[in-house]
């Protein structure tokens, strides 16, 4: 019965951690060339570069973006966000 327990109790972990990776904005370069936006979480700021045809997974619990063509965009994660060029386009 023990046993039985932990396996609940690490299932509802592991069902806990898909969804906050389930909840993290992505986004596409659709460009053929690479592109670069800035993530910035807190007081933490990151440059992400986004290769052709390259899909990443990032702000998982919301944060600030700046575009390739400078406009900045606030996300709570769970956005797609598509690069075209040069432009973003958020759904």
Known sequence: MIK?????VMTVALSG??????????VTNGDG????IVVTEGASKQELVIA????VSFCPSGCFVT?????REALNGGEAVTISGGQAKIK
């Open 4 to 8: 039985f327990g932990k396996v609940i």
């Open 17 to 26: 951690a898909g969804i906050a990776l389930a909840a993290a904005a992505t």
């Open 33 to 36: 060339s690479a592109q670069t």
């Open 52 to 55: 052709p045809g390259e899909t």
């Open 67 to 71: 575009m390739p063509n400078g406009d």
